[in-house]
């Protein structure tokens, strides 16, 4: 199949065009996504910065990137709370440390999410 044939029938041929453009491969891509950078965030801090990026490369504009990015954050913030467990009680006299991990979780993804403004 030829680019003009492609471009009559509406499909796409950059496979990143195409899970922009259609909102259920999006999902499917933001959630594959973040699950992964936050896998990698379980291993090492630099999965927050690959799962903010990760999770705005797909996203169809930049503000809706930095959105997926955040959301990203937001999601390694509550499972590392839930990771805590009981102990997360304690969470509130821990004030220097959680200020950082805090930070982290939320600084990190956007930093990851400037990828989708070069892309």
Same mark, same amino acid.
């Given at each position: 199949m030829s680019d003009a044939d492609r471009r009559d029938s509406?499909?796409?041929?950059?496979?990143? *065009?195409?899970?922009?453009?259609?909102p259920r491969t999006r999902a499917v891509?933001?959630?594959?996504?973040?699950?992964?950078?936050? *896998?990698?965030?379980?291993?090492h801090w630099l999965g927050l910065i690959a799962a903010g990026a990760a999770a705005s490369l797909? *996203?169809?504009?930049?503000?809706?990137?930095?959105?997926?990015?955040?959301? *990203?954050?937001?999601l390694a913030l509550v499972a590392f709370a839930v990771s805590l467990g009981p102990a997360a009680a304690v969470l509130p006299e821990m004030r220097p440390v959680i200020y950082v991990a805090a930070a982290?979780?939320?600084g990190l993804p956007l930093l990851g999410s400037l990828a989708r403004g070069v892309v």
């Open positions: 509406g499909e796409s041929s950059v496979p990143l *065009a195409r899970v922009r453009s259609e891509a933001v959630a594959v996504a973040v699950a992964l950078g936050l *896998a990698l965030a379980s291993v797909v *996203a169809p504009t930049v503000r809706r990137g930095v959105a997926y990015a955040l959301g *990203a954050g937001a982290a979780a939320v």
